[in-house]
């Protein structure tokens, strides 16, 4: 079993930076996709970005595409999630996510397709 747990959160003014950590924990071989969510006040967790253990291929979805870079460091067994130019309809609780079996790719991302997740940071963009 995995752990996730997730930090770097906090309140930014339009424009600004933030870098997501999701330091992982326990059996974190055997999980090939990690992922990084979103949820908003009274809307659904969508899913904005993934990365592939096997080939480092990475997924965005459309509203994050150029503003967002997710990265890994196996040898701190983190994911990272780098945004800039953030603006107040990034502002939500960014939780990370991973799966054993699932290989991201550009048809998007289902939560229903991740098997372990973190408890969430919360991220307030606001002037």
């Known amino acids: 079993q995995v752990q996730l747990v997730e930090s770097g959160g906090g309140l930014v003014q339009p424009g600004a930076s933030l870098r997501l950590s999701c330091a992982t924990s326990?059996?974190?071989?055997?999980?090939?996709?990690t992922g990084w969510f979103r949820q908003a006040p009274g809307k659904e967790r969508d899913g904005i970005s993934c990365?592939?253990?096997?080939?480092?291929?990475?997924y965005y979805a459309d509203a994050v595409k150029g503003r967002f870079t997710i990265s890994r460091d196996d040898a701190k067994k983190t994911v990272y999630l780098q945004m800039n130019n953030l603006t107040p309809a990034d502002t939500a609780v960014y939780y990370c996510?991973?799966?054993?079996?699932?290989?991201?790719?550009?048809?998007?991302?289902?939560?229903?397709?991740?098997?372990?997740w973190g408890q969430g940071t919360q991220v307030t963009v606001s002037s």
């Open positions: 996510a991973a799966d054993p079996d699932l290989y991201c790719s550009g048809d998007g991302l289902s939560k229903d397709d991740f098997h372990a």
């Open positions: 326990g059996a974190t071989l055997d999980y090939h996709a």
């Open positions: 990365i592939n253990r096997s080939d480092g291929t990475t």
